[in-house]
């Protein structure tokens, strides 16, 4: 075999030599390049035009992804805010009380026409965009003003009559019902049933918004005339669109269109596969979708593009490699090989790393984007951590803003005013402390308080148990006098105390006993609360230390899903949450925390 290989070697390069022997230099180092580069660099280069092709187009997708992405969050989060105004006024107890009361008196009538006029002119401006912001009622005994409170009748109503279109908001399986307006691509209806606790339809909440304010500057020129947005509800009905036009019309799903040009089957039907376009739809939480189109021209123009520009590229390179691969090859190896070493430092996370350039090349460009990119990298990074610890925060006051402090502070002040003239102490009692747990609770401009601010506040809801269920539950204080100088993020230790009555069942368990601590041990805080109510299974028991979903009346791990977020928002690693538990029996709860003497600020080892 060793024999066989030599005379082969031998063969070879006695006909390499044959060939080569009547040129010159320049036609034999043109040769050898024709046959070991160009050759096989047309070769590989046409495969790796193929894939960067599909690289870009990959790129360009995820591009477009992206975007379609983001504004699919950006019409999510105005829908919900219109969503909750008419959720809001729609299931104000007030309101339904009032609109299902039958009236014989007149007072009893211009009382609730001031209430509501008092209570939702100013509700009516909360947002903008809102044109006509009414409250439509079926209560034969209750008149409609004109203003906000009307009854259903053949009036004309955005394109259609107001029977018509409160038969549809009636006969809606949904509660909410987006609609365009027929005729007026510039303006939307939104509708919002009343329904009392029986279930009976009451009435219909009629928001008439106007398009430019809330989808003109999400859906306006995208793509830069090269493809076009559009927002469909559930049904598959355009509301919004780059393209006016079609609002309104029902946009066929991608299996309608079977991959072909398939043709509408009606003039309210758009198909946007008719011209082969690119589609591409992100779904809301509402079940909407915002579906982008674009022009396939435009997608095919780019790969046209790309593919001339990496022929000229790998052409230009080929030629220019005859004049430099023999002085520079050796140049280029190295410091390749050198920026691709710190490029696996940099990819292992080592965002400190550094290439020395040694030279003004294209190399030495490289070099120095790389320098670049590592620092902006970094940044990046940290700026993302920073991102996501601040949305997890603006998530938390969000749903602590949904209740109006002014409102509830006001009502607890008048209830109070009137149990002073009753002389009903233990009514006092309540509102004192109802006043006292509010005053934390709806506190929005505040997230960490003293450990006695939050004693004060579990207090007050204790005394509101207790008069509630009287001599049923001994409570008792283990307090640390020195941990009271601490301080602890807000409502952490009440919804503990609240899962003893609303999960633990301790009013109904004989010689019931609560027992609240709170100690300073080791430059860490420890919180425990103990219960001797009905404990939890063992089975469940590990799926609430996860905070995951035990069952419909135990939603989100007890509340430790959220109890344990805001304890690594503020505390990283250092703070521990623990359950234990024994079923029919006992449960404790234990939470430890540093010891903070100042307020303590976001952003530790999320």
Request: hydrophobic fraction near 40%; charged fraction near 20%; charge should be negative.
């Amino acid at each position: 075999m060793a024999g066989g290989g030599t005379f082969l070697r031998q063969w070879l390069e006695r006909r390499i030599i044959g060939f080569t022997q009547g040129m010159d230099l320049y036609g034999k180092i043109l040769s050898m390049y024709i046959l070991i580069l160009l050759i096989p660099t047309l070769l590989l280069g046409s495969g790796a035009i193929y894939l960067v092709i599909q690289s870009f187009h990959n790129s360009f997708l995820a591009t477009v992804d992206e975007a379609v992405r983001q504004t699919a969050r950006n019409v999510d989060f105005g829908k919900q805010s219109y969503d909750l105004l008419a959720v809001r006024t729609a299931t104000d107890g007030e309101l339904v009380a009032r609109l299902g009361r039958e009236y014989t008196d007149r007072a009893d009538i211009v009382d609730t026409v001031n209430y509501v006029d008092r209570t939702f002119l100013v509700t009516s401006k909360y947002l903008p965009g809102i044109a006509d912001f009414r409250i439509y009622h079926t209560n034969d005994t209750l008149v409609q003003d004109g203003q906000l409170l009307w009854r259903p009748e053949d009036r004309p109503l955005a394109g259609r009559d107001e029977q018509s279109w409160f038969e549809e908001v009636v006969n809606s399986p949904d509660s909410l019902h987006w609609a365009s307006v027929p005729g007026n691509p510039n303006q939307i209806v939104l509708s919002r049933k009343i329904i009392n606790p029986t279930g009976n339809i009451l009435g219909a909440v009629y928001i008439l918004l106007n398009y430019d304010a809330v989808f003109g500057d999400l859906l306006g020129q995208p793509f830069k005339d090269n493809g076009s947005l559009y927002v469909i509800d559930s049904s598959r009905q355009i509301l919004a669109g780059t393209n006016r036009e079609v609002i309104g019309n029902r946009m066929l799903p991608d299996e309608a269109a079977g991959g072909k040009a398939a043709k509408p089957v009606n003039a309210n039907v758009y198909n946007p596969h008719e011209t082969k376009a690119l589609v591409i739809s992100k779904p809301l939480s509402s079940g909407w979708q915002v579906v982008a189109v674009i022009h396939a021209k435009f997608v095919d123009g780019q790969n046209w593009t790309v593919l001339i520009l990496m022929i000229s590229i790998m052409a230009f390179f080929l030629l220019l490699s005859i004049f430099l691969m023999l002085t520079i090859i050796k140049n280029i190896v190295l410091r390749i090989r050198r920026l691709g070493n710190r490029m696996s430092d940099l990819s292992r996370g080592e965002f400190e790393v550094m290439v020395r350039s040694s030279g003004h090349d294209e190399l030495g460009e490289l070099e120095n984007i790389f320098n670049s990119m590592s620092g902006r990298l970094g940044k990046l990074v940290q700026d993302i951590r920073m991102a996501g610890v601040m949305e997890k925060e603006q998530a938390f006051k969000a749903l602590q803003a949904q209740i109006n402090p002014h409102f509830v502070y006001n009502s607890l002040g008048l209830l109070r005013w009137r149990a002073l003239d009753l002389q009903d102490e233990e009514q006092l009692r309540i509102i004192d402390a109802l006043t006292v747990f509010y005053r934390l609770t709806l506190n929005n401009n505040i997230s960490v308080v003293p450990i006695a601010e939050e004693l004060q506040h579990v207090q007050a809801y204790m005394e509101i148990q207790q008069l509630r269920y009287p001599d049923r539950v001994q409570v008792e204080w283990e307090i640390d006098e020195e941990a009271l100088r601490y301080f602890t993020v807000k409502t952490i230790l009440q919804p503990i105390v609240e899962n003893c009555y609303q999960h633990g069942s301790i009013t109904r368990k004989k010689d019931a006993l609560i027992i609240i601590s709170v100690r300073y041990e080791q430059e860490k805080i420890a919180l425990t609360v103990f219960d001797n109510g009905k404990g939890i299974p063992a089975e469940e028991l590990k799926d609430v230390r996860e905070g995951r979903t035990v069952s419909k009346n135990r939603s989100n791990g007890f509340g430790t899903a959220n109890i344990k977020e805001r304890l690594s928002l503020y505390f990283g690693g250092e703070a521990s949450f623990e359950i234990e538990s024994e079923a029919g029996e006992w449960t404790l709860v234990t939470i430890k925390f540093p010891a903070c003497t100042e307020p303590m600020s976001l952003g530790k080892d999320v």
